[in-house]
């Protein structure tokens, strides 16, 4: 195979990035692209030059001369369209989150594996230069044995269609989105979070989630997610990490605070990418890593191509497999069961 050839299915934001960047990028060909939404579709294939459309997705995965494809829909459809490319023999690069249910993400893995596919799901966030350069720290023993990690990322006031215009209206929506800016912000922070630790195995989850902002206002305009979300996880090798994640709050969100990393030999801020740890005489010694630049939104293409080259290669992913997407979905779902409970569950 010489070029990888891919269907789009969906005709949304995420879909024009990935035809218009990620995979011109990898130098993957758009050969066919699907949506329910005609208008869409057209619009999609027009400017990119997408000659083969379908209002149905079963249509496109039956082509002969599509290798993989790429799931742009809402999170509860990227089930039942990732399974059904995968038993068309398609590889398949799903949007995040990778599902609404556990259950969902463990059908997609299985089925992956059984199709002898790839699976990848579009968390970005760990292939900033920024995140690769922490990853390097922390596996050279810098820091040490690290007990205890904090991830939190703030919007002031960021909720879909409430305070961001012209998104679709599923983002509102639990049973389409799967939740808010817990399965929203808070998958990508975990994702983040839980492959600089090197994935440990878990034990347990404890979380909270509010709506308090302007509350009688938003519902009446259909917002009936999480905006807010707190939790603790715990991991079987002792250690913990916290959660904190805010579409809609009430602080300066420059002041959230990243990710934080702490190790009993030395501490490293993944933010502003600062290494803390003592002097010979025991006083804090802050010493700032450099970080390769990066163009703003170069992890978009870095994504496609690494699924792309992983196919032409034939290798397996280096990055963001669909076992650790169900890896974040076990910690999605067992916080959102926690908040609803009220108590801490195990994952």
């Not at 007990?147 to 919007?155: D, E, M, V």
């Not at 998104?167 to 808010?180: C, E, R, T």
């Not at 009688?216 to 305009?221: F, G, I, L, P, W």
């Not at 913990?240 to 990393?261: H, I, Y």
Request: glycine share 10%.
């Amino acid at each position: 195979m010489d070029k990888v050839r891919v269907g789009i299915i969906g005709a949304g934001k995420i879909a024009r990035n990935h035809a218009k960047v990620g995979f011109p990028a990898a130098k993957a060909e758009v050969v066919a692209a699907a949506d329910i939404n005609e208008a869409a579709l057209n619009a999609l294939g027009d400017e990119f030059g997408i000659a083969q459309r379908y209002t149905d997705w079963k249509d496109l995965v039956a082509r002969d001369d599509i290798d993989a494809v790429s799931v742009a829909l809402p999170p509860f459809l990227h089930a039942p369209a990732t399974l059904d490319a995968l038993k068309a023999g398609k590889h398949v690069l799903c949007e995040k989150p990778m599902s609404c249910t556990v259950a969902e993400a463990e059908a997609m893995v299985q089925a992956a594996k059984e199709a002898d596919r790839k699976l990848m799901v579009y968390y970005r966030r760990r292939l900033l230069n920024a995140t690769q350069k922490a990853k390097a720290i922390i596996e050279s023993g810098a820091l040490g044995t690290v007990y205890f990690a904090r991830t939190a990322g703030y919007r002031f006031r960021g909720r879909p269609n409430i305070d961001m215009k012209n998104l679709s209206p599923w983002f509102n929506d639990p049973a389409k989105a799967g939740g808010g800016v817990l399965f929203d912000l808070g998958g990508y922070a975990l994702d983040q979070l839980c492959y600089l630790l090197g994935w440990p195995a878990l034990k347990s989850v404890c979380a909270q989630t509010y709506r308090e902002i302007d509350r009688e206002a938003t519902e009446k305009r259909g917002f009936n997610v999480d905006e807010f979300v707190v939790g603790m996880i715990r991991f079987r090798n002792g250690a913990t990490a916290w959660l904190e994640g805010a579409s809609a709050v009430n602080m300066d969100p420059r002041q959230a605070g990243g990710t934080k990393l702490f190790g009993d030999k030395a501490g490293l801020d993944a933010g502003s990418m600062t290494l803390y740890k003592p002097d010979a005489e025991g006083q804090m010694q802050a010493e700032t890593i450099d970080v390769p630049p990066q163009e703003q939104g170069a992890n978009h293409s870095a994504i496609c191509v690494e699924f792309v080259n992983a196919i032409l290669k034939d290798r397996p992913l280096t990055v963001c497999t669909g076992e650790e997407g169900l890896y974040v979905q076990r910690i999605l779902c067992g916080m959102q069961e926690s908040a609803e409970k009220g108590c801490e569950v195990e994952v």
